[in-house]
């Protein structure tokens, strides 16, 4: 008996209610842009982050030795390609991370089962493209476990690799699924799917500049030891510009992938530029952008998404501080 029809009598309303409640626990801007799809894909999405995200928490766990985050990590990609039962990731895991202080993460990782039950009633296609995503990402993790020291990584391809294994590939995930469920994306993507890589590599650039304080602080750091943080901003730039490339593919028919891009994209401009327009910070609150700063770009997307010029005067502008670099 697999593992999907052994928990066939669980309610699927209440599993996505679930995975509703815990995405706005786990990630303010997440919570914010998956509702921006359609249903079908806002299901698969949203399933996908928790998983990733169960992943990050691992990698996060600053108390877990680099074997101990790969044994778990081997665990939990076990659990969702099925070949072995989801309790012998749960258990392990919520035990080894018993002194971890994020409470939502460690409730999520113990509703592990609810999360895999949402995965195995989406498409045969959709399930195939996210078991790929995570096993890419988890395998990709472990392999970067040994390499967390305070000295950064070794150069720009080892940093443009990590960018891939912990986002650029979700950039290929998304490209999967949108094709999945929208054919005129199908159409437009074709010969041009490096461009999804760049779009989640952007916004995991971002992040490691915007949290490098906290890294910092106890012990890591996800940066290129060779290279300042103006050389990455210039990086992040060229990324970003491919982005904006990827989202203008997706048809103004698509309004809610569109959007649902678009809004990550935004928020990623916007952080960049205010990283930018300070030599150094100390805490990643100092670039943080207010919730009226997001909320207004929220109001922005809705129709700027409808206009190309728009879009593109946006990034143009926003960009000033970081495009000089």
């Known amino acids: 008996m697999n593992y999907s029809q052994k928990h066939s009598r669980e309610d699927p309303n209440a599993d996505l209610a679930y995975q509703k409640a815990i995405l706005s626990s786990v990630s303010r801007t997440f919570a914010l842009t998956i509702p921006l799809l359609p ?166 650039m971002t992040n490691i500049l915007k949290d490098s304080p906290e890294d910092r602080a106890r012990g890591v750091s996800w940066m290129p030891a060779d290279m300042r943080q103006e050389e990455l901003l210039r990086i992040a730039y060229q990324k970003l510009q491919d982005s904006l490339r990827y989202i203008l593919l997706i048809p103004k028919q698509d309004l809610g992938m569109r959007r649902f891009c678009f809004l990550a994209f935004g928020l990623a401009v916007m952080t960049l530029s205010k990283i930018a327009k300070r030599k150094e910070f100390s805490n990643k609150d100092e670039v943080k952008l207010s919730r009226n700063t997001v909320m207004a770009f929220y109001a922005f997307t809705k129709f700027a998404v409808r206009s190309d010029t728009l879009m593109n005067a946006f990034f143009h502008i926003s960009s000033q501080a970081f495009r000089k670099h």
């Open 39 to 204: 249903s079908a894909i806002e299901k698969v999405v949203g399933n996908t982050y928790l998983l990733c995200r169960i992943v990050d928490t691992i990698e996060d766990a600053a108390d877990l030795l680099p074997e101990t985050k790969q044994h778990l990590s081997l665990l939990f990609l076990d659990a969702v390609l099925e070949k072995s039962l989801v309790a012998s990731f749960v258990e392990p895991c919520l035990k080894a991370l018993s002194d971890y202080g994020n409470q939502d993460e460690l409730d999520l990782i113990a509703h592990t089962p609810t999360v895999l039950r949402i995965l195995h009633t989406c498409s045969k296609e959709d399930q195939e493209a996210v078991s790929r995503c995570v096993s890419i990402m988890s395998e990709g993790m472990s392999r970067f476990h040994g390499k967390q020291t305070v000295a950064g990584l070794k150069d720009l391809n080892e940093f443009e690799r990590y960018c891939y294994v912990v986002a650029g590939v979700v950039g290929e995930l998304l490209t999967t699924i949108f094709r999945n469920h929208s054919p005129r994306f199908a159409k437009n993507i074709q010969g041009q799917e490096a461009l999804a890589i760049a779009f989640g590599q952007a916004l995991q």
